[in-house]
């Protein structure tokens, strides 16, 4: 067996951002150096400092949701109070109340009977059943689109000049002269 020369190559410190001989007395002799001690020390310090602001403002956002969430929820039992005032004002019998709950809460589950992942179970007040949007269409009914309703043709033919005349025909001549030269190309292949 014929042996061959390989070079050894050089290996890369990351923390020093320099090339050194791939051997190991090279490398440890970089490794106890003092640049690469000093690199090292750098960038511990760096990553230290990185983590600690980024976990400054990991708390700074749990702080703020909680604020959030806080406000939220005082809101909510605000209105829920508001609404039970104008619901004993108005007079509304308490089998509608239920009624309203009930549709809500089978809102909320899906086609398997099982309960949604929300975790606040059913909307506070009225559920209203009708849609919002009366001009939509409904599910089923074939868009204006489909139907052609958007295209209007006069039947009128349009005033168009030479040019454009020109231009057409020849666009039409070249989808003839390519559909010609793409007809033994239709399907007819043989594959034997």
Not at 12 to 35: M, V
Not at 55 to 79: H, M, N, P
Not at 95 to 121: I, P
Not at 139 to 155: E, L, Q, W, Y
């Amino acid at each position: 067996m014929t042996e061959y020369w390989v070079s050894q190559g050089n290996k890369w410190c990351d923390f020093c951002k320099i090339y050194i001989a791939n051997n190991p007395l090279s490398i440890r002799t970089h490794e106890l150096g003092q640049r690469h001690k000093d690199n090292v020390a750098k960038r511990l310090a760096t990553m230290r400092k990185e983590s600690a602001a980024r976990e400054k403002e990991q708390k700074a956002a749990a702080r703020a949701l909680k604020e959030i969430e806080t406000k939220a929820e005082r809101s909510y039992q605000k209105d829920l109070a508001s609404f039970q005032r104008v619901d004993t004002s108005t007079g509304l019998d308490s089998n509608k109340k239920k009624t309203d709950e009930a549709q809500c809460s089978a809102a909320t589950t899906n086609e398997n009977g099982a309960a949604s992942k929300s975790k606040g179970g059913p909307a506070p007040g009225l559920v209203i059943s009708t849609p919002l949007n009366p001009t939509r269409a409904v599910k089923g009914k074939p868009s204006s689109v489909a139907v052609n309703k958007r295209k209007r043709d006069d039947g009128k033919a349009k005033a168009i000049s030479k040019e454009e005349a020109q231009a057409l025909k020849a666009r039409e001549a070249a989808r003839k002269r390519m559909e010609e030269r793409e007809k033994p190309f239709m399907g007819l292949y043989k594959s034997y």
